[in-house]
């Protein structure tokens, strides 16, 4: 995560004016394409969807209900203004799919509590990988954080080839989906 946002998130936090506007400078101008893209929103609909979003991302921060960064804050802005525009468009009546971005259009339908709730397994998921240890933990940030091939993990982890990296992964990956599966069953 980035430190501005992080700034960004503690001004809002704390009740500065000043990080709201930073955030809106940042990504406004994004976010009406984004809208334009997925959902075929005029220029007015989409700022009123990115108006909304922000006052409900500073009502999260604000409230409590968003106490840690466990992404980046664009990534949580996009995800409420997915649901923000969703709600729009169905309220409407112009329901509009675009298949990449959606499944269906009820399957999709993500509230602002099931974004919360995905942040919160992100932070045990989080933990979980932190209990892995290595090299689990090493390979699996290389590969799927930093986007090194491979061959690249390799040689910065001193392995023989890639194949053995390949093999070590898989079994990370094993290992972490059933501690996952064990996790989920306990809640």
Same mark, same amino acid.
């Given at each position: 995560?980035?430190?501005?946002?992080?700034?960004?998130?503690?001004?809002?936090?704390?009740?500065?004016?000043?990080?709201?506007?930073?955030?809106?400078?940042?990504?406004?101008?994004?976010?009406?394409?984004?809208?334009? =893209?997925?959902?075929?929103?005029?220029?007015?609909?989409?700022?009123?969807?990115?108006?909304?979003?922000?006052?409900?991302?500073?009502?999260?921060?604000?409230?409590?209900?968003?106490?840690?960064?466990?992404?980046?804050?664009?990534?949580?802005?996009?995800?409420?203004?997915?649901?923000?525009?969703?709600?729009?468009?169905?309220?409407?009546?112009?329901?509009?799919?675009?298949?990449?971005?959606?499944?269906?259009?009820?399957?999709?339908?993500?509230?602002?509590?099931?974004?919360?709730?995905?942040?919160?397994? =992100?932070?045990?998921?989080?933990?979980?990988?932190?209990?892995?240890?290595?090299?689990?933990?090493?390979?699996?940030r290389l590969y799927y954080y930093r986007s090194y091939s491979m061959e690249a993990i390799a040689r910065e982890l001193g392995y023989k080839n890639e194949n053995v990296v390949k093999s070590q992964k898989l079994r990370c990956i094993?290992?972490?989906?059933?501690?996952?599966?064990?996790? =989920?069953?306990?809640?």
């Amino acid at each position: 995560m980035a430190a501005d946002d992080q700034k960004i998130f503690q001004s809002i936090k704390n009740g500065e004016e000043e990080g709201l506007v930073a955030l809106y400078k940042l990504h406004r101008q994004e976010f009406m394409g984004w809208a334009w =893209q997925h959902f075929k929103m005029e220029s007015e609909d989409a700022a009123d969807v990115f108006q909304d979003t922000i006052i409900t991302l500073r009502r999260n921060i604000v409230s409590g209900k968003l106490t840690q960064l466990t992404s980046s804050l664009k990534t949580y802005l996009f995800a409420i203004g997915k649901n923000t525009a969703l709600s729009r468009l169905k309220k409407n009546k112009k329901w509009y799919t675009n298949p990449e971005l959606l499944n269906t259009q009820e399957d999709s339908m993500l509230s602002i509590t099931d974004t919360i709730e995905l942040n919160e397994r =992100q932070l045990w998921v989080k933990d979980l990988l932190a209990k892995l240890g290595e090299p689990c933990l090493s390979i699996l940030r290389l590969y799927y954080y930093r986007s090194y091939s491979m061959e690249a993990i390799a040689r910065e982890l001193g392995y023989k080839n890639e194949n053995v990296v390949k093999s070590q992964k898989l079994r990370c990956i094993k290992t972490l989906k059933e501690q996952v599966h064990q996790k =989920q069953r306990q809640l």
